[in-house]
């Protein structure tokens, strides 16, 4: 986990945003990883979660299944915003 504060100075104003962030990935082989990282500051008080699948067939030939998305706080608890799910194949041809 980690934690980094920034001390802002505008004409408008100044405040201080805390951002919190945790990377928490997992290794099921060398091949095979689920990487995740989530991020929540303090000013927008929003969380934001990118998770991606990598599977690596052989070499030059990957499977990569990508997620992110955007929790804010309007009310009483957390509501997804936005999300986006991408799914991209890699296949090198070598002549």
């Not at 070499?59 to 804010?72: D, E, H, N, R």
Request: hydrophobic share 40%.
């Amino acid at each position: 986990m980690q934690y980094k504060q920034n001390d802002v100075t505008l004409p408008e104003g100044n405040f201080t945003a805390s951002i919190y962030s945790v990377n928490a990935n997992i290794l099921f082989s060398p091949t095979v990883t689920f990487n995740n990282y989530l991020q929540y500051d303090n000013f927008s008080n929003t969380i934001g979660i990118q998770s991606r699948f990598q599977w690596i067939l052989k070499p030059g030939k990957v499977i990569i299944l990508a997620w992110t998305t955007k929790l804010s706080q309007p009310l009483e608890r957390y509501v997804m915003d936005e999300s986006a799910l991408w799914f991209k194949l890699k296949y090198n041809i070598r002549f």
